[in-house]
């Protein structure tokens, strides 16, 4: 009994000490840093894994609310659909916590980096255009100070190419397609 005693006493402590942490400044500028891997969950014919980087500047609007504007790196093993997507997005927070969960949406365009690979077959892909750029996280920010704090998100991600072209040996096109990839993505990153 003493034991339970003892760990209760120090789950409260714990507990009070942990709610009394800073909780993220409210009002003004920021900006964020985050690793995300994502996968395509809708082209079984080109599976793609993606890992990037995205960096946003953004403004409290309201303690809550955020706008943010932002640019990414998002690169597949072939390379033949990195992009970089240029977004604009709408943050969320919905506690004054120490912790809190988040959302964000955001929408842009994106460009393709590389242009050309090949398929699993060994045909030659070259992308001229990139598109539409939409997505959504759900995550949670935990501050470490009033200055920086830490973001967990999963979220799905939306990206198009408009014009991709399929080559055969012989450099005759043997399919032209515009398509998007709809990905699962998971985020790890800090807000200062």
């Not at 943050?91 to 809190?100: A, D």
């Not at 399929?166 to 807000?191: Q, T």
């Amino acid at each position: 009994m003493k034991k339970i005693l003892i760990l209760t006493a120090l789950l409260c402590t714990v507990g009070t000490v942990l709610c009394q942490r800073a909780s993220f400044r409210e009002y003004g500028f920021y900006g964020t840093a985050s690793y995300n891997f994502s996968t395509n969950l809708n082209r079984k014919d080109y599976v793609s894994l993606f890992n990037g980087i995205t960096v946003t500047g953004g403004f409290q609007i309201r303690p809550k609310t955020c706008i943010e504007i932002g640019v990414g790196f998002l690169a597949d093993k072939n390379g033949t659909f990195t992009q970089v997507p240029i977004t604009l997005g709408l943050r969320t927070h919905y506690l004054n916590n120490w912790i809190t969960p988040f959302t964000d949406l955001y929408a842009g365009y994106s460009l393709p980096l590389k242009t050309t690979g090949t398929t699993p077959e060994g045909l030659r892909m070259k992308v001229d255009q990139g598109g539409v750029t939409v997505g959504v996280n759900v995550g949670a920010r935990i501050s470490m100070s009033r200055k920086w704090a830490i973001n967990a998100y999963v979220g799905w991600h939306f990206f198009m190419v408009n014009d991709l072209n399929v080559y055969n040996a012989d450099n005759f096109p043997v399919a032209k397609d515009a398509w998007g990839a709809h990905c699962l993505k998971i985020g790890l990153g800090a807000m200062f």
